[in-house]
């Protein structure tokens, strides 16, 4: 499956304490980050990501992007609750998972049960209906 990984300036280290703990289940799929999340993750884990620019330069926009393309099958969205200037595409991220049922996590306890059901094949049927899966391009 494929992941996209964004982390707020102060949830990068509980983020990087996410993927170290379920450093086996992630190292199983293809993911990408923003770019300063990717490298804090990468560096923490060892985890290969692909990282996109920074999320104050794009990077955001880049996996709204991908997942207006139906190119991403889980969002894990880290997101503070202190007070910041709220960019349009943060917005635009989380309601394209809804428009394409992209289950999504913005904090650390619906990040757990996501990464579980992953773990367990609960969230196969993303294989279905993602045109660019391996299950859909095997033909």
Not at 72 to 93: C, G, H, M
């Amino acid at each position: 499956m494929d992941i996209a990984i964004i982390a707020d300036d102060n949830k990068k280290e509980l983020m990087a304490q996410f993927c170290i703990a379920y450093c086996g289940i992630l190292a199983r799929h293809t993911l990408c980050a923003t770019s300063v999340t990717g490298k804090y993750i990468s560096d923490a884990t060892g985890l290969e990501i692909d990282q996109m620019m920074a999320g104050y330069e794009g990077g955001v926009e880049q996996i709204a992007a991908r997942i207006a393309y139906n190119e991403i099958d889980l969002l894990f969205y880290f997101k503070s609750r202190e007070p910041q200037a709220e960019y349009a595409s943060d917005q635009d991220v989380l309601r394209l998972c809804d428009i394409h049922n992209i289950p999504v996590a913005t904090n650390i306890a619906t990040a757990e049960a996501l990464v579980m059901a992953l773990d367990r094949g609960d969230l196969d049927w993303r294989k279905l209906i993602n045109p660019h899966s391996e299950y859909n391009r095997k033909d």
